[in-house]
């Protein structure tokens, strides 16, 4: 991989750290450990939602402002013994939840295209680590898109692999069944690199599958059917649209065969999402309650001061989630709501499954449009919706990858590639193909206003 | 006045001796330092995920068949949410939808003497808890037993008394301890815990009332006790016009009587999902087969084939049941010998466990073949009960065949027949004036002269024999 080198990788995080607030925690250069290996030389940023022996974890939250990790991550684990090394965590929304990285109770992160600008979350930390060049790579999770929506704002590659193909071993848990760790780089390539190293079955996750090869394959655009989904049109912003064409069109010039599918279901995806994601979320978070590493706040008993430290240090949004999922949870709404999203969810799948029956790849955009105005934040609900494209993969498990795709109004726009479950190595050739043929980021950084990118 | 009849249901909770915890690698050790055998999976530490052992699965596999379960092939893990302090997650993993067996059943016998089939409604995975200790205002937590494996045993409401429950908790007592090996069986530490539901309706109805639950009656000494004060109480309770009331109760052993612990407001909401860090649990038939093969023979088939294949007494029966390890001893010293059953059965259960432990049986140093040829000396009448008592305690202390001791000892060297009956003779001829009072009608005499005689055969006679011998010489003296 072409590094940055560290010098220059410090020389950016004391430029415009300050400004952009993507680290909340920077080991100190003279502390890093240099590592041999195939990933030596790389500065690894990491999400603080996943653990690194001896450097904090906050999971953006008060609750966690002094708890430092016991122990390390397996992805983190198995990049650090091919060289890499950790530079730092970086911010998120409050335990991820969130598509702004305006839920961290540790300040917004900024677009480094415009400082006015939200980088996208709950990964904005990581993206714009990665876009303002204050890490070589990062490590973020993705649980409804939280690793490809900021990718997108911030004009660079964001991954989700098929579920289990990083171990969820060190992440803290959001909601399981979703989340995946994900990768956020400047270049698809770099991408290949650490899934080569950090992928595959680990003893201590269940859930954790063996990889894929992510060896490079040759890419012939003439023999992929790329399937696009009508339904997603109307909910496409202009911001977005043009860029989508181009890219298709740029698809279709090289001989792909563009398949029109029909996902009938699209428009339950937000609600299924928003039960089971809550509801696991209620019972994951249940275990911050004061007693054993959290802050506490005194109570005269174990109720009183779990509902004390839970009542004063979540967030507004963290709240709202947990009260949603024990909602849905609850004996007498179990069945409509629980079980019926659970239901929908297979129903999504075997959708999916169908496509990839017809396709080799579905293209869609990553987001609605380009990165909002911090200030102009949509309303909750209006932020939940911001998830549309991204979510379908989580639910299905599949692997999905938001790239780069032209700009407008000087600000970046993503598209999305998914494949079929395990299809992984596909995605990123076909991202490299992209790279060269439609807009990569190393094109669109020069449209750039920032001096950070 | 109306007759009453219970309704009994039993939960009983198994910890599983492993060498590690239930989803994570920790030593199984709970008597370890406190805290030392935790981790972040077990202390519920943020991004730790539980990984499901399998020598849990392959024991709690081969609990269901002993407890003639169905074993389902595919079962679910799930996540019961609830907050306590001692719940390192506060939520526990457990097997709420599809438990991994299904529909077993125990014999207990009735009152009325017959055997009668308690039903097993569920038999789930699950992992134990953290352990508390209150010092002062404040309470400790000992997480060494967090994430420990656990299994719980649900039965149908089918029991009828206390006795009734008793003998069912001590038979899956004796299935997990003695049978299968899988638990520790110290009821002091918690191995295994019992919780009784309780509820009364007339006798002859079906109709299931309000219940109570009785916590913690986990002792042989007081489970009977105890669930047949709260039938008491319960019936006083209708009789005098009162209604039951839903509620937890524990059972005070001092007082001898059920105590309100907690009144239920309501069904608790668990709110039970499937657990996604685990996803459902598949078996295979063949799995599940090859497990059925390690199993060992079961009390209730057991007892019927000793009964039949022995004949022995039901005290001795009990005491096989309940002591595998006795029992194959037994049967060892059966399968070795000319000896008769019962003789061998009696050495067993009575001298030589005058002097074991059967609790610890496996230690015993007395090969079974020796007890099987001391029962054979007895039963050809080469040596007396005295003798035999005495060949007994050579033979643990020589550890000698007793065989060898006897023929290696002449105080063992039982006469013969002929010898008996010159022996006979000469006591007789010795003793004119009692032979003629005891042909004059003092049939009582003849104690005297087998007396003199086995005093002159210096006790190596069989006394049956000699006073046969003395009789006949006495009678010939008639003519």
């Known amino acids: ?107 917004d992160t900024k677009n480094p295209w415009d400082e006015e600008r939200t980088p996208g979350g709950s990964s904005g930390g990581s993206a714009a680590a990665v876009a303002a060049k204050m890490c070589d790579i990062a490590l973020g999770s993705d649980t409804g898109g939280s690793v490809r929506q900021p990718a997108s704002y911030c004009g660079i590659y964001g991954y989700k692999p098929t579920y289990g193909t990083l171990s969820r071993y060190g992440l803290t848990a959001f909601a399981s069944s979703l ?25 201590r996750d269940a859930t954790s599958i063996e990889a894929p090869s992510f060896d490079a394959q040759a890419f012939d655009p003439a023999k992929m059917r790329i399937g696009v989904i009508a339904e997603y049109e109307k909910n496409m912003g202009p911001a977005v649209r043009p860029a989508y064409d181009r890219c298709i069109e740029t698809l279709k010039k090289a001989g792909a ?27 994951n978070l249940a275990r911050f309650d004061g007693i054993r590493y959290t802050a506490r706040a005194e109570g005269c008993s174990f109720r009183e001061t779990t509902a004390a430290s839970r009542g004063r240090w979540f967030g507004a949004e ?38 990839f029956g017809k396709v080799d790849m579905v293209l869609t955009p990553a987001t609605a449009g380009t990165a909002f105005k911090r200030a102009e934040q949509p309303d909750t609900f209006a932020l939940y919706l911001e998830d549309l494209f991204t979510i379908p993969a989580n639910l299905t498990g599949m692997p999905a990858i938001a790239f780069p795709a032209g700009t407008h109004d000087r600000l970046p726009v993503g598209l999305q590639l998914t494949a079929d479950l395990s299809r992984d190595g596909l995605l990123l050739d076909a991202a490299a193909w992209l790279e060269k043929n439609v807009m990569g980021f190393a094109t669109i950084e020069r449209g750039c206003r920032h001096d950070a990118i | 006045m109306t007759r009453y009849e219970a309704v009994i249901g039993l939960e009983i909770h198994v910890q599983i001796q492993t060498a590690t915890k239930a989803f994570c690698r920790c030593e199984g050790d709970y008597n370890a330092p406190p805290n030392r055998n935790i981790c972040p999976v077990c202390t519920g530490a943020p991004g730790a995920l539980p990984v499901l052992s399998d020598e849990f699965v392959a024991r709690a596999v081969r609990l269901c068949l002993a407890l003639g379960a169905r074993v389902n092939l595919l079962s679910t ?85 206390g006795e009734e429950a008793a003998q069912y908790f001590k038979k899956i007592y004796d299935i997990a301890v003695k049978y299968l090996g899988i638990c520790r069986g110290n009821m002091e530490e918690g191995n295994l815990r019992c919780d009784a539901n309780i509820s009364i309706r007339p006798a002859g109805s079906t109709a299931l009332n ?38 937890t109760r524990l059972w005070n052993p001092k007082l001898k009587r059920t105590e309100t612990m907690r009144k239920k407001s309501g069904r608790n909401d668990y709110r039970y999902f499937n657990e996604p860090d685990l996803g459902p649990l598949r078996i295979t038939a063949e799995f599940v087969e090859e497990l059925r093969t390690t199993l060992p023979e079961l009390p209730d088939d057991k007892r019927r084939r000793l009964r039949e294949a022995y004949g022995i007494n039901n005290e001795q029966l009990d005491l096989f049941i309940g002591y595998p390890a006795v029992c194959e001893y037994f049967e060892r010293a059966s399968s070795s010998a000319t000896a008769s059953f019962s003789t061998i059965a009696a050495w067993t259960s009575g001298e030589l466990l005058r002097v074991e432990d059967k609790e610890n049986f496996g230690a015993v140093q007395t090969p079974p073949e020796h007890i099987a040829s001391l029962a054979r000396l007895i039963d050809t009448k080469k040596v007396n009960g005295p003798q035999a008592k005495e060949i007994f305690a050579i033979m643990r202390e020589t550890g000698s065949d007793p065989e060898e001791i006897v023929k290696n000892d002449p105080r063992f060297t039982a006469i013969g027949d002929d010898e008996t009956a010159a022996i006979a003779a000469a006591v007789v001829a010795d003793h004119p004036a009692e032979t003629e009072k005891y042909l004059g009608g003092r049939e009582n005499l003849l104690g005297f002269f087998v007396g003199q005689a086995m005093k002159r055969a210096k006790g190596k006679a069989d006394p049956a024999k000699m006073s046969e011998l003395v009789k006949k010489e006495l009678t010939n003296r008639k003519k």
Not at chain 1, 257 to 283: N, R
């Open chain 1, 318 to 355: 963290v709240k709202r989630r947990i009260l949603l999922g024990t909602w849905v949870l609850s004996r007498a709404y179990y069945d409509s709501y629980y079980l019926r999203a659970a239901k929908v969810r297979t129903v999504i799948l075997n959708r999916w499954k169908e496509f």
């Open chain 1, 257 to 283: 065969t563009i398949v029109p599918l029909s996902f009938p279901e699209y428009d339950t995806v937000i609600s299924v999402y928003q039960v089971i994601a809550t509801a696991e979320a209620s019972a």
């Open chain 2, 210 to 247: 309000t219940k109570t639950e009785v916590k913690n009656v986990n002792s042989f000494a007081f489970i009977a006790k105890a669930i047949d004060h709260e039938i008491e109480r319960q019936i006083a309770i209708v009789e005098a016009g009162g209604e039951v009331e839903s509620e």
């Open chain 1, 179 to 203: 989340d995946q760790i994900g990768i956020l780089a400047r270049r698809p390539g770099h991408i290949r690199e650490l899934m080569q190293v950090a992928a595959g079955r680990d003893g």
């Open chain 2, 77 to 161: 893990f799930d996540r019961k949410n609830y907050f306590y302090p001692d719940m390192p997650k506060n939520y526990q993993i457990t097997q709420f939808f599809t438990p991994i067996g299904s529909e077993g059943r125990l014999l207990v016998t009735g009152a009325d003497g017959v055997e009668r089939a308690i039903g097993i409604e569920r038999i789930h995975m699950e992992e134990d808890t953290a352990r508390s200790a209150h010092l002062g205002e404040r309470t400790l937590l000992n997480f060494n037993r967090a994430g420990l494996p656990l299994i719980e045993v649900v039965s149908h409401p089918d029991l009828k008394s």
């Open chain 1, 1 to 107: 991989m072409e590094t940055l080198g560290v010098k220059d990788i410090y020389g950016n995080i004391a430029a415009h750290n300050g400004a952009l607030n993507a680290y909340l925690q920077v080991v100190p250069e003279e502390r890093l450990k240099p590592g041999a290996g195939p990933l030596s030389g790389v500065c690894l940023g990491v999400k603080d939602n996943i653990a690194v022996a001896g450097l904090q974890l906050t999971c953006g939250s008060k609750l966690l402002e002094t708890y430092v990790a016991p122990y390390t991550a397996t992805v983190v684990e198995r990049l650090v013994a091919a060289g890499a090394t950790v530079t730092g965590k970086l911010n998120l929304d409050e335990f991820a939840m969130g598509s702004a990285t305006t839920y961290s109770a540790y300040g």
